[in-house]
């Protein structure tokens, strides 16, 4: 019998045999790949694989006799139906009652008993807070055993997609100039070496862009860097000889993926780690030399990969252009098939839009799975369609299309909400209203250089809390060049992230609002942090919109905004007319002047 | 030859002896005292007596043979004239140059070295910073030696003030109801006691108030709760027959102030402490028994202490009400002497302020020294007058006075900018009104319960950053009911404060811009947070402006302002005459009426 045949008893048979062999009392499963990944690749869904739940986030804890999936609201019902009869309970975060990971862990085991979990698959912070946390009650940890990896017997390979260059002309800095950069941050920290783990910091770090994640252009690789080092753990297969040889021409070292761990064994006793203890696996900390001194901050990589250079900014600007082109096709396309009554469904119409998307120059991919959502799907945040839940598209609500696409020069997330009823309600109006002034609130901020993400949030959020309404996600993400559409370090949203906003950062601006059981609103933007005035109190920076699709103003109720607000959204309209129109045709520039009028 | 007579190199020496005595190779004084208060009583002014700087906020370090002083923008000009051939250097904080202080110990020490401090003045916080920083370079660190205490030889004894009754009346609460309260937040804390160092604290919790520190009616004191246990640490000649009764009768335990230390020693081994590591010092983690454990958290007393009851709320509006009075009959005086060309300087005004405030029921002081600045003292952000730099108010520029009184059923804090030239320049408008629309910003603010204060900073500053202006001040502070002006735990601040805003508790609002070399401009008033609608996205508060003193609206550019802010300032405005005229003679309610015109 092939494993993936073995139910999912069998497989928690299976894996408590294992941990019963290796003096295991409890071991966890996280949802998580060695690269802190948003999107693990098949051969690290380990968590899918041992409970059946199939949701992005959870957690699974079994001991010699329970089992447990730790999950958010989002998924509930889903994992309700996708636990039934498999021994695992469902416990829902954030409800009262429900026991945390931890203390679940504290009353099911007793002093000197010992909680595994693959280092890999967890953060060196996690690693940490979890020892802590169990060392209160004497029980051990112990990250060393990788047992799912044995038990798992057709587990798939690691993935072996093709990496490609990512010609300057699009990545605007060479690999050197790069690494020169990380290694001044290196030194600036008082570090000696820091590892590239995320996989986006390793492509924009190398130039290169893959196939082995699944929206994301990346490839499965980590770096070493230091100050007279530059090593890409990549396997051979992955590399071109293009590829290959331009990068040993930059001075990288190329050695197998999975020698990270043995090269930085051998490094010298002592030596000094800058390494970004949240988002770095539990292995690599464990892999150090001797005497290692790991000194917790931002990846380098990191930060420098989200300020944009003017190459990048450029390439950015035009694939939202040609993003723009797309959009404004398919929600012409969408106006005159239902006009038609044609059937259109959240499925088929996502798929046209691709479509129009895959006919632009430097075309790659999606950036993610498009939200493409009719009425009441609106308002289930995370919500993609698929074959189960896909809906016909009516005349009778709103449709939020939420979706991107991937060139070579440059990555797009772009929501646009349009009524397909003749007539919006009130309420409608009123609900588009306020997040679009969310969205203009952050479009036309001026602040101070230096300031947190998080002190701009109410920007996005005044029009909606005065109106008693707050949606509970990010408004701002930053955006990767060809990369993951979600990256960081910074961010604007409520939470706590200390990484300052600076110029050349490229973000979304999505303030939002859900109506449950009836519709979901969202307008979102790209922007891009620019410098702006300079007074005696100090530089000040401001956001430029440069996404360019029509915002429908039928939508609008122009009584609840400002006059500044008003000339905002008119000046956009107007501008998304004059970039647009010359790459359509006649009609469908006459059909857009027409979406695009002044209010 | 007394002590006091000393000359600072004098004492630098005499402090330098008993260092090399006692095998310490620099010593650390910073400027705090037991209890981390903001005003330190005259025995613990220890930087004060090394240095002869009297600034209120500084740090000296002094090793065989250097001394330096470290402190901000506020004092250098203060403390460049006050080093003067002291033998002590100053580093002036936040330049790039300037070492940090342990940078400094660690250029001039070397490994095995000793860095000695008195852990009283010392957070326990700070002194783990401390030791984990000198540990990089094999430094210790000694928190046991008060030398400073020996070596000032005639130094004052501990404030041995008077403490007296807060009356249950102007309480609301009895100090059993606080003591359980209190319990009930160490149990939730996984904790068995907790040590109130606070100064505040410690008079909240025990319905007792004092004369110890300037500003603050506070006694000096400390208190140990547990399950079992409620001591109060503080000398007998501070407690009046009644007061004492009263508190044994609510099952107060009653010990020596200095008994804390063998108090905390003599409690179980492995006890858990609930304790603020921020705000408490690293003498009593130094007293705990073997084994204990502290748990870090804020305060239950401060926290409780924050969050307003009916009675307090009462009082503070009663405060409020006879602080308009006093205002409004200091404004009135103030613009008729002037009128009649009478002098009136930045301190007789604040005294004439003073003396209106003190014919009020329950005045007990001032709640801090009165900021009475003309013209450009008026950007001085700390500014206080003294004798020395005291100016003639004259009619061509603004005046701004921040004052607050100490009554029994409350404390207030008000911050007033008025013209004192007939014709205010369009600058000075514009200023006043972009300063003036942050505090309507806060004011008319609606947001979800849960938040943090910073998440609303931005609507005190919108309106200046578009300005291309900013103050680098916080904009609220929680205000103690007849306490201390300043008290936490929570803020509207740009820094990070994780504490929620919630339901009762009673801040400053003050958003402000200066003007170097010209003036400064603030509209500060006291707000409290209420309840405000539940809708299907949650709860969510607002707040109260509960000030009441006219706004000189000769300084607002109405074209400046929204319909909504406008029809806030014109309510506040009626308010404040409705609110006052019924306690003013006919003549004073005339004139208020006049200032209180809807714009």
């Known amino acids: 019998m092939k494993h993936s045949e073995l139910t999912v008893p069998q497989r928690l048979q299976a894996l408590r045999d294992e941990m019963k062999a290796q003096g295991l009392d409890a071991y966890i499963i996280p949802t998580s790949d060695p690269h802190m990944s948003e999107y693990p690749a098949s051969c690290w869904k380990y968590r899918k694989w041992i409970s059946g739940f199939t949701g992005s986030a959870g957690t699974v804890v079994v001991t010699a006799d329970k089992a447990g999936l730790w999950t958010d609201s989002r998924y509930f019902l889903q994992a309700e139906t996708q636990l039934a009869d498999t021994g695992i309970d469902l416990y829902r975060l954030m409800l009262p009652e429900t026991p ?328 409608m109006k009123s609900d588009f209203t306020a997040a679009l002034r969310g969205t203009i609130g952050i479009a036309m901020a001026r602040f101070p250089k230096g300031i947190r993400g998080c002190l701009l949030d109410a920007y996005a959020r005044h029009a909606l809390w005065d109106a008693g309404i707050n949606y509970l996600h990010g408004t701002c993400h930053g955006i990767g060049h060809c990369l993951n559409v979600h990256e960081g370090p910074q961010s604007i949203r409520m939470e706590e992230n200390p990484v300052k906003i600076e110029t050349g950062m490229v973000m979304s601006d999505e303030p939002a609002m859900y109506r449950a059981g009836e519709y979901g609103i969202r307008t979102e933007n790209m922007i891009v942090v620019k410098d702006d005035i300079k007074t005696q109190f100090g530089e000040f920076l401001a956001f430029d919109t440069i996404t360019l699709c029509y915002i429908d103003t039928r939508l609008v109720d122009k009584s609840q905004m400002t006059p500044k607000e008003i000339a905002w959204l008119n000046d956009y309209q107007e501008n998304v007319y004059a970039s647009l129109a010359p790459h359509l045709s006649e009609e469908e520039s006459a059909w857009l002047r027409n979406k695009t009028l002044p209010i």
Chains 1, 2 share one sequence.
Not at 270 to 296: M, Q, R, Y
Not at 390 to 398: G, K, Y
Request: a negative charge.
């Open 100 to 427: 945390s990971i931890t203390d679940f862990l504290k009353t099911e085991l007793k002093s000197g008993d010992t909680v595994g979990y693959n280092a890999l698959t967890y953060s060196i912070l996690d690693a940490e807070a979890l020892a802590a946390d169990m060392s209160k009650k004497g029980i051990k940890t112990d990250g060393s055993k990788a047992i799912l990896d044995k038990v798992w017997g057709d587990r798939p390979s690691i993935p072996e997609g093709k990496a490609f260059e990512m010609p300057l002309k699009y990545a605007g800095k060479s690999t050197p100039e790069k690494v020169e950069e990380i290694r001044k941050m290196i030194a600036n920290a008082d570090a000696e070496y820091t590892v590239l783990s995320a996989l986006d910091e390793v492509a924009w770090t190398f130039n290169l862009r893959g196939s082995d994640v699944t929206y994301n252009p990346v490839a499965v690789g980590y770096s070493l860097i230091g100050k007279d080092c530059v090593i890409l753990f990549m396997d051979d297969a992955k590399l071109p000889d293009d590829l290959r040889k331009r990068l040993e021409s930059d001075g990288v070292e190329i050695r197998r993926y999975d020698a990270l761990a043995e090269t930085l064994k051998s490094l010298p006793e002592n030596s000094k780690f800058l390494l970004d203890v949240a988002h770095t696996n539990a292995g690599i900390a464990e892999s150090l030399p001797k005497g290692a001194e790991i000194i917790p901050g931002i990846s380098p990589a990191n930060t420098l990969k989200s300020i944009k250079n003017e190459t990048e900014l450029k390439g950015f600007k035009s694939a939202v252009l040609k993003d723009g082109i797309a959009m404004t096709k398919y929600f012409k396309w969408l106006e005159e098939a239902m006009a038609k009554g044609e059937k259109v469904t959240e499925l088929s119409g996502a798929g046209k839009l691709r479509s129009y998307r895959a006919e632009q120059p430097l075309f790659l991919d999606e950036s993610f799975a498009p939200i493409s959502s009719y009425g009441p799907h609106g308002a289930v945040v995370h919500y993609t369609p698929t074959p189960e839940t896909d809906v016909e598209l009516h005349p009778d609500s709103l449709y939020l299309i939420d979706s991107g696409g991937q060139y070579l020069d440059g990555t797009t997330d772009i929501t646009r909400t349009i009524a397909l009823l003749p007539e919006p309600t009130e309420q």
